[in-house]
Nanobody
Framework: QVQLVESGGGLVQPGGSLRLSCAAS????????LSWYRQAPGSERELVAS????????NYADSVKGRFTISRDNAENTVFLQMNSLKPEDTAVYYC?????????WGQGTQVTVSS
């Protein structure tokens, strides 16, 4: 059974940093690309960053390039999202996701609030 559990969200001031984690289980983690999405109130869920399997090629939304870094630890079955220089518009629920045998799985999400 595929499970994704996010953690690390919270309240942070503009310009601050947070590191999100997503612990995965139920599938051969190292063989699958993973992604982080976010959804702000009243908005659609949007792709933030993705990381491929093995060689760990990364891609980012233009809005987070240069500020966010996605990484993975295949030994710990965990994907991370390091978020620096946070802005109020980064406020959202952040989800990690993976597609396994044609089905997309989501974690429960973790709230990130950027506010002074």
């Amino acid at each position: 059974q595929v499970q994704l559990v996010e953690s690390g969200g919270g309240l942070v001031q503009p310009g601050g940093s947070l590191r999100l984690s997503c612990a995965a289980s139920g599938f051969p983690f190292s063989k699958y690309p993973l992604s982080w999405y976010r959804q702000a109130p009243g908005s659609e869920r949007e792709l933030v960053a993705s990381i491929s399997s093995l060689v760990a090629t990364t891609n980012y939304a233009d809005s987070v390039k240069g500020r966010f870094t996605i990484s993975r630890d295949n030994a710990e079955n965990t994907v991370f999202l390091q978020m620096n220089s946070l802005k109020p518009e980064d406020t959202a629920v952040y989800y990690c996701t993976v597609v396994v045998t044609g089905r997309r799985y989501w974690g429960q999400g973790t709230q990130v609030t950027v506010s002074s």
